[in-house]
């Protein structure tokens, strides 16, 4: 089973960056899939999911309206399009999968997303 991630990097605030997560080893189609982030010294955060074929997705508060999550289940993969970047949002960007049962849960190895001027 493998999660890669993608697409992380330095942006200026307000810039945009779109994060890819390639999955392999495992039927993508049947996990739901979410993006978290995690700062040093704190708690992972859940910013956004989206259920396994695409029909609804939710969102931290936090990137409401900024952030947008999307899957392609032919390819495996799922985005995360990120606009309007604060520097708050700055953090290691992890992707999950998620079967509920029986469980099944994996992670990626995360990418590093900077947002400063």
């Known amino acids: 089973v493998q999660l890669v991630e993608s697409g992380g990097g330095l942006v200026q605030p307000g810039g945009s960056l779109r994060l890819s997560c390639a999955a392999s080893?495992?039927?993508?189609?049947?996990?739901?899939m979410s993006w978290h982030r995690q700062a040093p010294g704190k708690e992972r955060e859940l910013v956004a999911v989206?259920?396994?074929?695409?029909?609804?997705?939710n969102y931290a508060d936090s990137v409401k309206g900024r952030f947008t999550i999307s899957r392609d289940n032919a390819k495996n993969t799922v985005y995360m399009q990120m606009n309007g970047l604060k520097t708050e949002d700055t953090d290691v960007y992890y992707c999950?999968?998620?079967?509920?049962?029986?469980?099944?849960?994996?992670w990626g190895q995360g990418t590093q997303v900077t947002v400063s001027s």
């Open positions: 999950n999968a998620l079967k509920k049962w029986p469980k099944e849960d994996y």
């Open positions: 080893g495992f039927t993508f189609s049947r996990y739901d």
């Open positions: 989206i259920t396994s074929a695409g029909g609804s997705t």
